[in-house]
């Protein structure tokens, strides 16, 4: 069975960085996304990339503060979350089998991890 399970979530104060890691099995994919979603809010995109990182889109709210990058022979992904700020308190989600298209935007696949609690103090 195909799994994604993401790790590194926690408390940290404003300012302050975490990495998160989602690890893959049973499938390799070409194509790996974070999102997140808030309390109260809707589910957001944060970050993608492609097999070889040649491809690397990011939400406008993250740019300059968060860095996505993977590990092909370990099938993890990671997501550097520098700077952070309480308004990136939520529930990270790793994606898989996404889709690349136009003016930044990448479209999420069928495939997610189960999530990872970020919480950002003031």
């Known amino acids: 069975q195909v799994q994604l399970v993401e790790s590194g979530g926690g408390l940290v104060q404003a300012g302050g960085s975490l990495r998160l890691s989602c690890a893959a099995s049973?499938?390799?994919?070409?194509?790996y996304g974070w999102f997140r979603q808030a309390p109260g809010k809707e589910r957001e995109f944060v970050a993608a990339?492609?097999?070889?990182?040649?491809?690397?889109v990011y939400a406008e709210s993250v740019k300059g503060r968060f860095t996505i990058s993977r590990d092909n022979a370990k099938n993890t992904r990671y997501l550097q979350m520098n700077s952070l700020v309480p308004e990136d308190t939520a529930v990270y989600y790793c994606?898989?089998?996404?889709?690349?298209?136009?003016?930044?935007?990448?479209?999420?696949?069928?495939?997610w991890g189960q999530g990872t609690q970020v919480t950002v103090s003031s």
């Open positions: 990339i492609s097999w070889s990182g040649s491809t690397i």
């Open positions: 994606n898989a089998a996404g889709f690349f298209r136009r003016q930044g935007i990448y479209t999420a696949g069928d495939y």
């Open positions: 049973g499938r390799t994919f070409i194509n």
